[in-house]
């Protein structure tokens, strides 16, 4: 993280008596600033100051930006980006900005033009921000689509504030029969946050992942992850077992009001006993008890060609809302690119080749 | 930042992983370390006999590789350099039932410690303070790169310095890569070791727990200024207490496959201002197929030869080295779309979590990266800096602003405009790509199976090199897997402009 550097942003918002103030977050700002982040409608983990620790031992820079109003934390965004060799990179609000209510334009404004020095600073073409709004703002003026989402768009909420017999009622019949059958079968779920249950979990994680064909990430990152989560109680390694036998695992974040499935995974064995079923539902009463409102499957599509289909199809058993945000947005540093391009044009010319003399128009 | 420790216990011992990657397994890290430090230790022992050895560790943080140079009584005094404080710790305290006490600094410890001095340092730091020929045998044991920066303990500046430090004839022994996974990055450092002065000789063990986590084959070098001859090897005395290394298998170990041996060739060395190490580390070639594969062997134990390497002036993970390639195919107009050598150069993977596939997926998003560029404020920002392109260039770009500006149909892209379209494709590509988080993405903005095809929606439209260098728009036919592609997208791009213009 860089060190606390006041930026020179401040300005009055029209018609209002509050001055807007963008600087560095210090880490004395770090309770205000997660609280601020998961009070937040659009609430995201990635934007807690323990992800963002997370993400530094993983290699990635952190930018942490707060926006105050009369000096109260009123919003801001961490931003992310991973330093390498090849001279063009991305700076990542994953998750953010959080924009004070009222201010919204102004402070965009400011940050980013406070993002384009450090994009000069860093060597970044573009920021690609990922608020969780569902719609898009009139402010967000020179933003365009992004080509990925690090955060699903489309995902499925299950409401975890009726008792849990009315959770079970709004399920899919399948989903409440499946629930009961890993009953029936046995089946047994533990939480943890014992760092020696991780190899356990990567081994049924990694086993999915090379069965149903998706990219996994390596065992280093849950590693950083599990040691950077665990100790602040932001994630918990869940099992479904049988006879001592782990048929299911997965992994929860929790961030305010919210926990969600972020990664998970199945043996093949037992597939009778659903234990995928009673997993999930363990971890619904496990985070209804930890005071959450909501459980984030993480992803979901209904159509069929999507790439979630196939996981949304289990998913879809367990009720629930579809939730869709307006997804990843890029704003080009078109000074920056255009810097970029120069210096690669221009070395790549033959030798002999020359540029324009001083007085050339 | 620093390095990611974590300790996994089983019923009958530990792996330590450091950054997610397996460094030992005490079901067999003897394997490893034995094969490390033991045919150095004989070898000096032959070549310096009645002569107390001073032995350095460089890495080894462990005290594993140190608890087995301490085996041998000729040993006078190590001396072990580690920049990591943490693993030196868990030296002195968990893994002390492993490394029998080996960098404890008491005397309680079962090996007898006080001949050990631990240096809490960079290896390159401290190795550059040292005086020439001071040491008998040096030992590299260090993680393998998950960085450009880790490749500084392997390359050519830092072996000329072990070959400085160690006296005239002594021993090196270098931890290495997978020859069997990553034989470019192997034979790399075979090559880099011939740079430096030092005479190597590789060798390849198999480490089931480093099989297990599908590392491959592990390879290590011994090395030496004096060559080491396989008359030497032949000759060598080895402790009796040994749990893995005995003579006849290490004599195998000088055994590789041709099918990895003939990748010794032709590399680049691994220098501090071009760590080619790690280019060749993250973009290996192909594994052949078994059945495919020769079983003709190559034995290193008698092969005599010197190095091949090659001085490259600049990283291949660089963006201007891989624009450079992207135009190099754009003017030849072909592409042998199974090189995947060629493959690694136009989109080379750059980070240890991705694999090359991941790059290939991510050509699916070229064109939506490219569509979302706005060419006239681009062009603009660039026609406004026109005194520091080549007149060539800037008169080109300033033709092509002009017929976006006017909607004039571009049925002919000049060779600039088209290189242009080319580079802006690979500096898109490539901040994209530099993201670790990328490929795992948890959706796109279109994601639907195929739905990324480079052939979806838009136009059909390419474009094809012309005798006079420019590029004429045609309609039409399909294209393979990368046959083109930033032609295709550039073309797509800029008719769709066209499109949007004159609609």
Redesign the interface.
């Known amino acids: 993280m860089m060190n606390p550097n006041p930026l020179a942003h401040s300005a009055h918002a029209v018609g209002a008596a509050s001055v807007l103030c963008l600087r560095w977050l210090t880490p004395q700002d770090r309770p205000a600033w997660d609280v601020l982040t998961q009070r937040s409608e659009a609430s995201c983990f990635m934007q807690s100051w323990a992800w963002a620790d997370f993400k530094e031992k993983e290699g990635y820079r952190t930018f942490r930006y707060g926006f105050f109003l009369d000096e109260r934390l009123a919003g801001g965004c961490i931003v992310y980006c991973y330093l390498h060799n090849a001279q063009v990179h991305l700076l990542n609000a994953v998750g953010g900005p959080y924009l004070p209510q009222g201010y919204e334009a102004e402070a965009l404004s400011q940050w980013l033009s406070a993002l384009r020095v450090l994009a000069q600073q860093v060597g970044a073409i573009a920021v690609r921000i990922e608020p969780l709004w569902s719609t898009t703002p009139p402010y967000l003026e020179g933003f365009v689509r992004a080509p990925v989402d690090t955060l699903p768009v489309e995902t499925l909420w299950i409401d975890l504030r009726p008792d849990p017999v009315a959770i079970l009622k709004a399920m899919k019949p399948k989903g409440r029969y499946n629930v009961r059958v890993s009953q029936r079968h046995g089946v047994e779920t533990r939480f943890t946050s014992e760092l020696s249950d991780l190899p356990v979990f990567y081994d049924v994680f990694w086993a999915t992942a090379q069965r149903q064909q998706f990219w996994a990430e390596p065992y280093g990152f849950f590693i950083n992850l599990c040691q950077t989560l665990m100790p602040e109680g932001m994630a918990e390694i869940g099992f479904a077992q049988r006879n001592g036998q782990v048929l299911a695992a997965i992994l929860v974040v929790y961030w305010g009001k919210q926990a969600t499935y972020l990664y998970g995974g199945r043996t093949e064995h037992c597939p009778s006993a659903m234990a995928s079923y009673g997993l999930h539902w363990a971890a619904m009463q496990r985070a209804k008890a930890k005071g959450c409102h909501s459980y984030d499957f993480y992803g979901f599509s209904t159509h069929p060609n999507h790439s979630y289909a196939r996981f949304s199809r289990f998913k879809q058993q367990f009720g629930g809302q579809v939730v869709t945000t307006l997804g990843a947005q890029d704003y080009y540093f078109y000074d920056r690119l255009a810097d970029t391009l120069i210096g690669i044009l221009t070395q790549l010319q033959p030798k002999g080749a020359t540029t324009h003399g001083p007085n050339c128009n | 930042?620093?390095a990611?420790l974590?300790v996994?216990?089983h019923d009958n011992g530990i792996a330590f992983?450091i950054?997610?990657?397996l460094q030992f397994d005490t079901a067999d890290e003897a394997l490893y370390h034995e094969y490390l430090t033991v045919p150095a230790l004989a070898i000096a022992i032959q070549r310096f006999p009645n002569t107390p050895l001073r032995v350095l560790i460089c890495g080894g943080g462990d005290g594993l590789a140190a608890r087995d140079v301490l085996r041998f009584p000729q040993v006078r005094d190590v001396t072990l350099v580690d920049y990591d404080p943490e693993v030196v710790a868990l030296a002195r305290t968990e893994f002390v039932p492993y490394n029998q006490g080996s960098l404890l600094p008491t005397p309680d410890a079962d090996l007898g410690s006080e001949q050990v001095t631990v240096h809490i340092q960079e290896a390159c730091e401290f190795v550059q303070q040292l005086p020439d020929h001071c040491f008998h045998v040096v030992i590299g044991d260090f993680t393998c790169p998950t960085?450009?920066d880790h490749t500084t303990v392997h390359s050519q500046e830092w072996f000329a310095q072990i070959a400085r430090i160690l006296v005239p004839s002594g021993i090196a022994a270098f931890n290495g890569v997978s020859p069997e996974k990553t034989p470019t990055a192997f034979w790399c450092l075979y090559q880099t070791l011939f740079a430096a002065g030092l005479s190597p000789k590789p060798m390849r063990v198999s480490i089931p727990s480093f099989r297990r986590l599908e590392y491959g084959d592990w390879g290590f070098f011994l090395a030496a200024t004096e060559p080491i001859t396989a008359t030497e090897l032949v000759d060598l005395h080895l402790p009796h207490s040994l749990q893995a290394l005995t003579l006849s298998k290490l004599l195998e170990t000088f055994q590789f496959p041709m099918a990895t041996a003939h990748y010794r060739h032709g590399l680049n060395i691994n220098t501090l201002a071009c760590?080619h190490l790690f280019y060749y580390l993250l973009n290996p070639p192909p594994l052949r197929d078994c059945a495919e594969a020769s079983s003709e062997m190559v034995n290193f134990l008698t092969l005599e030869e010197t190095g091949t390497g090659q001085q490259s002036p600049i990283?291949a993970?660089?963006?201007?080295a891989?624009?450079?390639h992207w135009?190099m195919q754009l003017n030849q107009g072909t592409l042998d779309l199974d090189d995947s050598q060629l493959a690694a150069a136009l989109l080379p993977v750059?980070?240890?979590?991705h694999v090359p596939a991941?790059s290939r997926e991510w050509l699916e998003?070229g064109k939506?990266?490219i569509a979302?560029?706005?060419p006239q404020?681009?062009l603009?920002?660039?026609l406004?800096?026109?005194?520091?392109?080549?007149?060539?260039?800037?008169q080109e770009l300033k033709a092509l602003a002009e017929s976006l500006r006017t909607g004039q149909p571009l049925t002919r892209l000049s060779t600039?405009a088209a290189?242009?379209v080319a580079?802006?494709t690979?500096?898109?590509m490539?901040?994209?790509l530099?993201?670790?988080?990328?490929?795992?993405?948890?959706?796109?903005?279109s994601?639907?199976?195929?739905?990324g095809s480079f052939h979806g929606g838009g136009s059909s439209g390419y474009y094809t090199p012309g005798d006079d260098g420019s590029y004429a728009y045609s309609d039409g036919s399909p294209f393979g897997w990368l046959g083109f592609w930033m032609m295709v997208v550039g073309g797509i791009w800029l008719h769709n402009l066209y499109r949007n213009d004159e609609s």
């Open positions: 930042m620093s990611s974590f996994e216990r992983y950054n997610g990657n960085q450009p760590p990283d993970l660089r963006i201007e891989i624009a450079q135009l750059r980070h240890t979590h991941m998003h939506s990266l979302a560029i706005d404020q681009l603009a920002q660039i406004a800096r026109s005194q520091e392109l080549p007149p060539k260039v800037s600039h290189e242009f580079v802006l690979v500096a898109l490539i901040a994209n530099a993201t670790p988080d990328v490929v795992y993405a948890k959706g796109t903005s994601s639907f199976h195929g739905g």
